[in-house]
């Protein structure tokens, strides 16, 4: 089931097209790894689906609504590109920081109340923050923090989590602990991920798709056919997609 479409979609800058006539289909469970150079479009192809970048021509289809009329976006949880998005001197717990991602289902008035104690142990528990639930996010190491901010893109139990290049200030070790936490996620709740990342070489290990951006679409599709791909042997020279698929040994 196709639960998102992107329909020959351009996105323009002044008169600079930075994306050009993009089309895929995103399906319930798909672990999906946005790849390209900088400056390739990649995450502004990713706010233009969800309507933080306006389309220059095509469309995009959310859970089989048009853009323009989805509003249910609970169903979708986002983890931005910098953690300078959210003030980590908010002196706030990791408890409470994860009860965030519960507002966005609530009616007015929004507010945590008592009842979200279980949906909140939940993700805790799902993404090993037990022991730190009552520490204050500014007090924890770069890796916790992005957990914990992953946790409250999860605690209102999206079908889809969008997440922009989450770890490019992680050192290795806890970049490789994060990817594992993702891939569990994918694996053992059926989420659907959408990962925007800079680490081409090892997005093979992880997602069960790949979409290769250079303002225009160089490849969509799973890894197999990204192995037997003319246009990316054309694109990166012959053998070097094998490096990066990881289905090889």
Known sequence: MSIITVDKV???YNSTEVVSDVSFNIAAGDYLGVVGPNGSGKTTLIRAMF?????????VTLFGKDLSEFREWHRIGYL????SSFNLQFPATVKEIIGLGLLAKKKFPKRITADDDAAINKVLEMLELTNIKNSLIGELSGGQQQRVLLARAMAGEPEVLILDEPTSALDPEVREKFSEVLKELNKKTALTVVLVTHDIMNIGRYASKLLYLDRRLIFYGGFDDFCSSTEVTNYFGEFAQHVICHRHS
């Open 80 to 83: 931005p590109q910098k953690l």
């Open 51 to 59: 309507g933080l970048v306006g389309l220059a021509k095509g469309t």
């Open 10 to 12: 351009s996105v323009r």
